[in-house]
């Protein structure tokens, strides 16, 4: 009887770290989604002053102890894959090297607090780690979604960008210098403001007129804050319908078995989203199992 074949431990620590799938690489995504939320708490808390002052060690301890684990990852990711210039030039692997290089920078320039915005970078990782199983199909669809309305998306965009040009041209010929609306590009900043329903009030219209046409920009900013929202929940309702139709009938715990393989990544390319029947990969034809 054939001795079955010793596997080789590039391939284990690449399904660990690469795949949902197995218990390991469950519990790898679980454990660098806790690590990644710690460290952004620890972000946070350096940036105030009184807890940094008296639990200083202790934060700077703990966000070396994430950095390194950090760096463990970063290593091993690109020891597990073929072309290991693929993954650093990706962009999962560029947000991973901001997010673990400040730290170390911080030693030859000290005192760099701008630092801590890269160092919050690593709350991106998150995106990575919903690709769970679970999350892929919803995921997909959402994406899809996107895409196909973006166009959609653009136009209305360019719309109210037109109107607020204009809007914001009246409100300065209206008020007036003296009302605070210096220049037309203020005004155009101030119907932005207004029409997105943010209202700084750093700039408000004094004259009746003024009020009144403030008044309108209002109103139409409720409307058009709904028709983004509308545009991509009618695509994302097509998505799921056609997606239903393609689909064939099968029993749930089919589906769910699919579902679950989807998250294959290829260790020569990092394509995901392959079949579940899927022995080779879809782009670079290299073997997945």
Known sequence: MDKPKKRHWKTILHEIIYEADTPAGKLFDIVLLITILASIVLVMLESVNSIDKQFHDFLNTSEWVITILFTIEYIARILTVRKPLKYIFSFYGIIDLLSTVPKYISLLVGGVHALAALRALRLLRVF???????????????????????????????????????????????????????????????????????????????????????????ILGYGIIAVPTGIVSAEYTNQNKSQKEKEPKTKPEDEISSVRLNSQCCVNCLSEKHKDDAQFCYKCGHNLH
């Open 128 to 218: 990575r780690i919903l690709k769970l199983a679970r999350y892929l199909g919803a995921s997909n669809t959402l994406v899809n979604a996107l895409k196909t309305s973006r166009a959609k998306i653009a136009v209305f965009l360019f719309a109210v960008l037109i109107v607020a040009i204009i809007l914001g041209t009246i409100m300065y010929l209206v008020e007036g210098e003296e009302n605070g609306f210096t220049n037309i590009p203020k005004s155009v900043y101030w119907c932005i403001v207004t029409l997105t329903t943010v209202g700084f009030g750093d700039i408000a219209p004094q004259t009746p007129l003024g009020q009144f046409i403030a008044s309108l920009v209002m």
